[in-house]
T-cell receptor, first 113, second 114 residues
Framework: DAKTTQPPSMDCAEGRAANLPCNHS???????VYWYRQIHSQGPQYIIH???NNETNEMASLIITEDRKSSTLILPHATLRDTAVYYC??????????????FGSGTQLTVLP | DTAVSQTPKYLVTQMGNDKSIKCEQN?????MYWYKQDSKKFLKIMFS???????INETVPNRFSPKSPDKAHLNLHINSLELGDSAVYFC?????????????FGPGTRLTVL
């Protein structure tokens, strides 16, 4: 799986958009970008994933640059409940002998009132 | 309904004891996992279990043994507990052949070994 780089922490004002960056300059052509988050004391939660086109669901939007070397997760209207560690994971779906997710250190997003 | 559930939520025990953590999923998935999150908050895969095939992370001591009575359950048994086993253990499940290959996690079991 390609290595990812994320800022260790970010703050965002409640109600504003939270833009979380992820660099994955060594991504290969068949690797997808997945985002998970972990709210304090809870299990990780899937947010969104994409290959090269921008994706949107009820939780967030994912913007992937044309060269696919970086991406941004956007929470359009952050709430206090969005405070969590956000993990960017690059992987080929259905790959790996154990199909494991490889988590890095992520970005601690703090939404401020 | 909780999709992936674990029991107990908290487990405090003495060194040398044997304990089990249970996991159940009602998503109809065919693959289940155990992850360990240590004090530094890094999440690492321990095991995955698909259709009675166990795939083991080689760094996991053989004191840890997963047991799957059926596709909906994957329990983790730990023998001779050590201080370093203190961590939060997360169970997860997925559909092995599913379109999105996403994993759904349980709430975790915080194990404290004294």
């Amino acid at each position: 799986d390609a290595k990812t780089t994320q800022p260790p922490s970010m703050d965002c004002a409640e109600g504003r958009a939270a833009n979380l960056p992820c660099n994955h300059s060594t991504i290969s052509g068949n690797e997808y970008v997945y985002w998970y988050r972990q709210i304090h004391s809870q299990g990780p939660q899937y947010i969104i994933h994409g290959l090269k086109n921008n994706e949107t669901n009820e939780m967030a939007s994912l913007i992937i640059t044309e060269d696919r070397k970086s991406s941004t997760l956007i929470l359009p209207h952050a709430t206090l409940r969005d405070t969590a560690v956000y993990y960017c994971i690059v992987r080929v779906p259905h790959s790996g002998s154990a199909r494991q997710l490889t988590f890095g250190s992520g970005t601690q997003l703090t939404v401020l009132p | 309904d909780t999709a992936v559930s674990q029991t107990p939520k908290y487990l405090v025990t003495q060194m040398g004891n044997d304990k089990s953590i249970k996991c159940e999923q009602n998503l109809g998935h065919d693959t289940m996992y155990w992850y360990k999150q240590d004090s530094k908050k890094f999440l690492k895969i321990m095991f995955s279990y698909n259709n009675k095939e166990l795939i083991i992370n080689e760094t996991v001591p053989n004191r840890f043994s997963p047991k799957s009575p059926d596709k909906a359950h994957l329990n983790l048994h730990i023998n001779s507990l050590e201080l370093g086993d203190s961590a939060v253990y997360f169970c997860a499940s997925s559909d092995w052949g599913g379109r999105t290959d996403t994993q759904y996690f349980g709430p975790g079991t915080r194990l404290t070994v004294l």
